[in-house]
C-alpha cells in the first residue's frame, strides 16, 4: 500500500495537472506523408536525457493512464514515444524489419508509446508480466491498445477504439524473440 501510495504522489507531481500544459508544433508523418502536429510532454525521459512527447490528446490521456496505474501499485515508465523522421530512420537502420519505415511509424504520429516491463524473460523464455495484463485489462479505458501482436510493449493511442492488429511478416530473425 505504501508504494502504492507514493507512486500515485509521484504520479500527479508529475502530471502537473492536465489542460495546463504547453503543446509545441513538430512535423509528423501518416502514410508517408509530413504534417503539423501539436505534441505535449508526458513527463518522463528517454535515455538519453530527452523529454518524451505524444500528440496533445494521446498525451493527456497518457497522464491519466499514468495516475490510475499508479493508484494500482503500478508505475508506466515509457522508453519510446513520439519520434522524428530521423529517430525513425535511424531505428529502421539498425532493427531491419523490426521497425516501421520512416514516415509509417505511428510514433511519428505521437500515438504509441514503448513501455517497459510489460515482458519479462525467465530461462530464456519470455513471459507476460502483470503490469502487461494490467494494461490489457485498463488500456483501452483511456484509449490505448496493443495493436502489434509482437510487441507486448507497445501502445498506441486511438481515438475511435477501432483497432486494427498489426502483424509482423515472418523472417529468418524472427523467431518470437521481442526487441
Known sequence: MLVSNILFVLSVLGNGGSGDLPQSGVKGYKHGKPYFLYVSSIHQKDSGGDSLS?????????REMTTAAAQDGFYLRVTSAYRTYRQQFRLKRRKGDFAAKPGWSTHQQGMSIDICGTTKTIGGKKYRTILYWWMVRNARKYGFYNDVEEELWHWTFIKDGIVKKKKRPQTKNNKGNYI
Do not use: G, H, I
Request: aromatic share 12%; hydrophobic share 45%; no cysteine.
Open 54 to 62: 505524444l500528440s496533445s490528446t494521446a498525451a493527456e490521456r497518457f
